[in-house]
């Protein structure tokens, strides 16, 4: 209205859409009067609000409540490259300020949170996941776009509290169109996470959304990116990530099927790779790199069932599925799955003796450590087949030892065995190849932790002997001193020699017990 009647008026970040939106509508446009209303917002837009990141996000909220014309006159997206363009600029700077070129390094220094990704979090999902994608597409850090996802989340997510996750009978506080948005936020969020390949997202924030991904029920294309990119790096996972709780009423407390996918999509990835390096027969893939993580996501997924044994609503179906799923060269010893399988035997008393043998049968008494084998031999919870056994491989274990056996033996059986028949196919001789190869570590591993315990026994041994040479010492010293004093109160040469010898040995014996 001032416009109209010739007032003056002032165009602001706050009022410059909402009068772009009335001048379309009323079609003030330059046909009718020169610097009309849409070329003065125009211009205002382009020369002002572009120009600054603050107004951009400013005006951007000031369109959420606008109709949709607004996104027909483009300043949305006029708003959302200006965003990205700011932040690479803004980048570019910092970085060049930053860069140190007064040592005999240039490396660049880490700075803190860029100041623009608080301003982000105030915008809504739509027009956040446009601004981003923006980002993306002009080059700004991936590292910077991480750090941005993961503060929108904190800021956005944060009303759903771990008493709502852990709690599955929680009351439904909240409408259904604020779930219904949490959904569309996690969902977002992950489908804006970069690829595996540019950016390093930290397992903990992996794993806290796809805590929100399963309450907020969201898709399942959703969750499964979740799964893949964890499994990707599950071998730097703790057990606190692994223990996701379940929703479900009357299921376990712990959500093992979501884990169960992890480790499934995990193996699948280092066969992959195994299979990427089968083209030349010096590649080790698995054996190396790939077989060191495989023993760590090992001991991880033995601790993992340790924990959710004690669980009493979890089946035994779920419990050896997650025992299957791991394959036996991933474990150098069997204790871990021991004391799993025990803990499991403990709280679920009223197994029958053929689902007890059932779930024993995945131990390898052969595995098992000194310690391990002790307590297997005594353990009442076990199958009396499985305690013999024990026994039986514990004795041979022994026999071998006193044999000064060394295991030579079974790495020539080995190595005798690996050489490739001219019958099979170069592949085939080439997966038998990499499959002794992997038997052989894991045999020279079990031999190392054998050798360790071994070890610590001659210390104890060695500690037992010091400690009983302390007594003998005194002994031999007090028995020097007495023969000393013997030579020192003998006399001289004579025909008398031996009758004062004898009574002067009596008298220096006598001495020397009184002395001592």
């Not at 301003?119 to 750090?147: C, F, Q, W």
């Not at 929680?170 to 259904?176: A, E, Y």
């Not at 499934?264 to 698995?286: A, P, R, T």
């Not at 993992?304 to 997650?322: C, T």
Request: aromatic share 6%; net charge neutral.
């Amino acid at each position: 209205m001032k416009f109209c009647y010739g007032m003056n008026f002032e165009i602001t970040a706050a009022n410059a859409a909402l009068l772009r939106c009335a001048a379309e509508y009323l079609e003030m446009s330059e046909d009718y009067r020169e610097e009309n209303l849409i070329a003065r917002t125009e211009v205002y837009l382009n020369d002002v609000v572009v120009q600054s990141l603050e107004k951009c996000v400013e005006v951007l909220c000031t369109c959420e409540n606008l109709p949709p014309i607004v996104e027909e006159l483009g300043i949305i997206n006029t708003c959302v490259e200006a965003i990205a363009m700011n932040a690479c600029k803004e980048q570019l700077v910092s970085g060049l300020s930053t860069l140190d070129c007064n040592g005999e390094s240039t490396e660049l220094k880490t700075g803190s949170l860029e100041w623009w990704i608080e301003d982000l979090s105030v915008l809504r999902i739509d027009y956040y996941h446009k601004v981003i994608t923006s980002m993306a597409r002009i080059g700004v850090r991936p590292d910077s776009i991480v750090e941005s996802l993961m503060h929108y989340a904190q800021i956005s997510l944060k009303s759903i509290g771990k008493c709502q996750i852990w709690n599955p009978a929680r009351p439904n506080s909240n409408s259904g169109t604020t779930e219904n948005e949490q959904k569309t936020i996690v969902e977002a969020l992950v489908n804006l996470l970069p690829t595996l390949k540019s950016s390093n997202v930290p397992l903990s924030f992996l794993f806290g959304m796809l805590r929100m991904a399963i309450m907020v029920e969201a898709t399942v294309a959703c969750r499964l990116e979740l799964e893949r990119r964890i499994a990707f790096r599950l071998e730097m996972a703790s057990l606190d990530d692994l223990l996701i709780p379940s929703l479900r009423a009357g299921d376990s407390l712990f959500d093992i099927d979501t884990v169960h996918r992890i480790l499934v999509n995990f193996l699948q990835q280092i066969e992959d790779e195994e299979n990427e390096d089968s083209g030349g027969y010096e590649s080790d893939g698995l054996a190396s790199l790939g077989h060191g993580s495989l023993l760590k996501v090992g001991r991880l997924i033995d601790s993992y069932l340790a924990e959710i044994a004690p669980d009493p609503y979890l089946s035994l179906q779920k419990f050896i599925a997650m025992i299957e799923t791991l394959p036996d060269y991933a474990r150098v010893i069997d204790d871990g799955l021991y004391r799993a399988i025990d803990i499991y035997l403990k709280a679920h008393p009223m197994l029958s003796d053929h689902e007890c043998k059932k779930l024993c049968k995945f131990i390898d008494c052969q595995k098992l450590s000194q310690e391990a084998t002790n307590h297997a031999a005594q353990n009442e919870r076990l199958p009396v087949q499985m305690a013999i056994k024990v026994l039986y491989f514990e004795q041979l274990r022994l026999k071998n030892a006193l044999c000064g056996s060394n295991g030579d033996g079974f790495l020539s059986q080995k190595i005798s065995s690996s050489v490739p028949s001219a019958a099979m196919s170069p592949r085939d001789n080439y997966a038998s190849l990499r499959r002794e190869n992997r038997e052989l570590k894991l045999e020279i591993s079990r031999m190392r932790v054998r050798l360790s315990e071994l070890e610590k026994e001659q210390v104890v041994m060695k500690r037992g002997m010091k400690e009983k040479s302390g007594n003998g010492k005194t002994f031999f010293t007090s028995l020097s001193k007495g023969i000393g004093r013997i030579g020192i109160f003998s006399g001289p040469g004579g025909g008398k020699r031996r009758k004062p010898r004898r009574s002067e040995g009596k008298s220096g014996r006598s001495r020397r017990y009184s002395v001592s």
